[in-house]
Each structure stands twice: as C-alpha cells, then as structure tokens.
C-alpha cells in the first residue's frame, strides 16, 4: 500500500524444480517470484480501529507497523553473541546474508528442498548481518548505480534504432568450440564485450541473471495456442509514448 515501507525476503517454495535461492524486495511480488514459494516482510501493518485512540507507532495512514520479529528472538541473539546492541533490523539482514551463504546452501541443500529454511548462529553475527544489509541495497538498489562499463561492438549504422536493436534471440560468442561468457552476440548488429565472468556467480533459482535475461529477452511462438511472444512489441510501446 502506498505509503507504508517494507522489505521482505522472498525464498524458493517447498518442492521447487530450482536451486534454493532467496531475493529482497521492497514491492508486492509476483506470487511465482521464487517458484511459487514464501515470502517473510520486515513488517506487519494492522489498520488501527477508528475507535481506538491514537498510538506513536500509528503512521499518517492510520496503519500501525509492528516487527515480525519475536521479542523473544532478539532476547536470544543478544544473549547469544553477549551484545545488546543488536537490533531486530539486524537480525533480519543476518538471515538474509545467512541465505546467501554458499556454506549454506550447499551444507543444507537437501533441507532446502523440503522445508523451509532454518536460520543457525552463526560464529560472526555481524559479518553477516553487514553482509546481508550491503546485498539488500545492491539489490533493491541496482536499477540506481551506474552501469558496469561494456564495450558495445556495432555494425550497420544506416540502420533506424527500431530495427538496429531488434532481437530474436541472444547467444554467447564462441572461441573455437567453447562458449565464451565474456561476449554477448545481441543481434547481428550488436555485440557486448568485457562482461566479467564474476557477473554469473550471483544465481537466482539456479541461474544467472544475465542468462535469465537472456533466455527470457526472446521472440517464441507457444506450439499449442500459436501466441507469438515478441519483447520488441513492449519496445515499441515504449517509443510510441
């Protein structure tokens, strides 16, 4: 609802065909984000009844934001790792690091995929949780930062921009029979060169962004219904605008 902050760590489902992978957001996701799976907010707004009387945790939309954080929770951490400084704030950016720990995931894969996961104490608290609250502003915030510095190789320049950046379908080049990583072929008009190969480290349900991007950014045609799906239909919404 407009106005009202949240974060919220959006996890793979119980019994996914994908990886376990987990994903911050500070938008209502799409219910099949994380395949179908759960997601667990910061907080929790309660409408505050228009009879009752006013709170100092009520907001100007007449909401009151409550922590989904156990008191009890934070009186174990605290007493855990002997700091009372730690907040609940901290305790969920520790998850969402803990989450993203390839320790993790691989000591406990076969749990992942049949439960939810369990969060452990972890011998330093707060190198994950400083860990987890730097990736969740990466990753809320990545539409924000300056792009990483590619090279764009190009051809045909006659061409009008529409039909100049028109894609079918994306592919790595190829040096001799391997696949090389660090070169996108966008179309034949357009190259990306220098992609570093750290860039396919971070995964999401398995797979790297950029390999989601570019299976997703294609013309297909469904066998059964004949829809053609083509994003350069929404590109042209765009510049229609």
Request: include cysteine; charge should be negative.
């Amino acid at each position: 609802m407009a106005g009202l902050e949240n974060v919220v760590i959006c996890v793979t489902g119980i019994g996914a065909g994908k990886e376990f992978s987990a994903l911050i957001v500070d938008t209502v996701p799409n219910l099949h984000l994380q395949d179908t799976g759960q997601c667990f907010p910061l907080y929790t707004y309660e409408k505050v009844a228009d009879t009752a009387q006013g709170s100092l945790l009520e907001t100007q939309t007449g909401y009151v934001r409550k922590n989904n954080i156990p008191d009890d929770i934070l009186r174990d951490f605290q007493q855990v790792y002997g700091d009372t400084s730690i907040s609940k704030e901290d305790i969920f950016y520790f998850v969402y690091g803990i989450l993203h720990s390839p320790e993790y995931k691989t000591r406990f894969v076969a749990d992942l995929r049949k439960s939810l996961p369990r969060i452990p104490f972890a011998q330093d608290f707060w190198a994950f949780s400083k860990a987890g609250r730097k990736l969740a502003y990466w990753h809320l915030n990545y539409e924000t930062i300056d792009p990483y510095p590619l090279e764009e190789v190009q051809t045909q320049l006659n061409l009008d921009s529409r039909s100049f950046y028109r894609v079918h379908k994306m592919a790595f080049a190829k040096n001799g029979k391997d696949v090389d990583k660090t070169t996108v072929i966008y179309n034949t008009n357009v190259k990306l060169v220098g992609i570093p190969l750290e860039a396919y480290q971070y995964t999401v349900c398995g797979r790297s962004a950029i390999e989601w991007i570019m299976e997703r950014y294609q013309v297909t045609v469904d066998k059964d219904s004949g829809i053609r799906n083509d994003p350069n239909d929404w590109s042209n919404e765009i510049n229609r605008k």
